[in-house]
């Protein structure tokens, strides 16, 4: 007998179940072949063209528009698009190879074509001048739609993204790239607001976040850039005089207004950790590492073209803080002003903070206690020559602490090396060419102070207003083409530094500076500078340098002789070709009589005195 079997009524059930799914699936297979095969037919693809081209051209008039194909996910594939420059022949204004405009499949099942997201492959912005960047700014579309169909509406998100652009941008007759870049901006709306975010990723690592939100309150955005390396510039922006070795930056910035932006209220911080700087203009060897943070306040008032910064620090080290404060207005020339203070800066404190490479050599003066500094600049930004500076320097707390410390060992004999090779040199009455400056005559040490550093008696070190020249012809040269020194700056090359044209050298000079002007009187600063002072080829001192020039005794020179040796101090073996000759230039005996007036102007010399010093020969020591 055969016995039937027959499936359990459950499996019966689940084989219907899979049989109509799988019809289901196949027929949605079939019809979604169906739709690609369609859409993929050229004479459809040629109108899809058409209608994407007549989107775009709403935009950006001139745009040329690729071939455009669409995938098996039914996404739209646009390429390549192309922005002709403003001139002819120039190369492209924008360029993008490749783009890829994915559907919402929501808005597809409600009846509406409008993106998810569109995806920009290969894209490079060139914009050769300033016709060409107003030229962007014109083309920048304000949204970003389905071609063909209405603009996406207000609270639906549109996110394109991004990979390889790279901004060709002009500077100074070279195209500088910034890139390759990938990101992704999104536009959509939340809690009532329009929100623009923009996420960047830099090349190097460095990564850029930016949000910005508009609605019926008004306008917020926030900008921060963290982990930027060198890698994240150009390199032609990290040439030059003084380039960043290595580093991380970051940068924040939050901004807020009304929704007219008539007005800003912006926030900026800015920090580099580990920073190492390098060239030539510099430093011979890199320095740092270091750490440097900045941050102020804002007020952009776009109506009356202004920007009032407030409540600014600088920090470096986190020991060195300057507070800072300024404006700028935008019209002609730029007219802007900037102060920095410190009120209340712990000299040692910052001085040891500084990387090796600025500190002042150990046996330099290196006292602790506070100072005082304030600088105000102000004038047309692009014309440093005009600019108007107000400078102040209070040494008189750090002078205090100095005098109850131990006296240092400028105050006494010391020895003396000059340069980095020769004999040492007794600095004190042990030498007998060492010449006491209580018993040089008043016209041998005006002379040299009339002609060398007007303002020595006065000043705390520094005449700011000769340093404001000298960093003004160094900038239009690109280097640094002079000093401005005082005879404390000169003092504190002169014993403690080599004769390097360098940034960090200044440094180094100026902490130099102050310790000297801290710890010694000015008649010692005097006397020390007198007598180790190169008046000629191996000429150190007042005492060598009269016996040379004039066969006397300094304690004898006459206003005339001495008027000379001051003349020849900025670089006595160069005119020491005069000596040579035996004879004096025409204009450099005007040079000697200008500052023979300027003693008689200080009431230094008499008017016969002076008469007398006028007719007087300069006659050299060898005949």
Known sequence: MTVERRPAPGKRRLGARAARALAAVLAIAAAWATAHAVLDRPSVRARLRARVAEAVHARIADAQIGEVAVDWAFRASIGPVVVPGTRPGAPPLVRVERVRVRPSWAALLAGRAEPASVALHGVRIAPGGAADLRALLVHRPARIATPGAPAARAGTPVAVRFDDLVLALPLRGRTVELGPIDGVVRRAAADGDEVLAADLWLAGGGRVIFEARRGATGVRAHLHAGGLTREAFPAPLLEGPVSLDAGTLSIDVRADGPADLGRLSVRARAAAERLVLGG?????????????????????????RRAILRGGEIRLQHALRLSTHGEIRIGPGLPFSLGLRADDLDFGAAVAALPAALRPPAAAPQPRGPIAFRLEVQGPLPAPAEWAVDAALDLSRLREAARREAPGPLRTDFRWRPGDEGPEIAVGPRNPEFVPVAELPEHVIRAVTTSEDAGFFGHQGFDFDELRNAAVEGAEAGRLVRGGSTITQQLAKNLYLSREKTIARKIREAAITIGLEATLPKARLLEIYLNVVEWGPGIRGIGPAARHWFGKDARALTPKEAAFLASVI?????????????????????????????????????????????REPIVFARG
């Open 280 to 304: 030539e203009l510099l430093a011979p060897e890199p320095v740092g590492p270091m750490s440097l943070q900045a941050e102020c306040d804002v007020d952009l008032d776009l109506a009356q």
């Open 570 to 614: 900025p670089n006595p073996i160069r005119y020491h070709v005069m000596f040579a000759k035996g004879e004096v230039p025409d204009f450099w005996e005007q040079r000697v009589d200008g500052i023979l007036l300027k003693l008689s102007e200080q009431g230094v010399l008499t008017g016969d005195q002076l008469d007398e010093a006028l």
